[in-house]
């Protein structure tokens, strides 16, 4: 049985959604400390502190992905693939 048939994929896609979230937010965080890109230097200089944090989520957005890939979907999809009760069917052309 799968998701889509247990009636659970879409508690499963919003928790997954949830998470993602969180990790992205935690992401760029990390990322703006790491680069300097502080609350003093948006009161400071508004349209340099814009540009970095325009940077950071730009970055961020493709390490998620990455990331999001690595640990939901390819887990969901390589434990469907495992454990599915798919029979193989051979069809036969018919001449």
């Keep these: 049985m799968n998701l889509l048939t247990s009636g659970k994929l879409n508690s499963y896609l919003a928790d997954i959604d949830k998470q993602a979230e969180k990790m992205f937010s935690r992401l760029v965080n990390e990322m703006a400390e790491k680069q300097g890109v502080t609350e003093q230097l948006k009161a400071t200089k ?43 069917t051979v069809f036969k052309r018919q001449f």
């Design 46 to 88: 508004p349209m340099l502190w814009v540009g970095k944090m325009n940077a950071v989520r730009s970055t961020a957005i493709l390490k998620d992905q990455r990331l999001l890939f690595n640990t939901f979907i390819q887990k969901q999809y390589v434990e469907t693939l495992c454990f599915s009760k798919v029979p193989f």
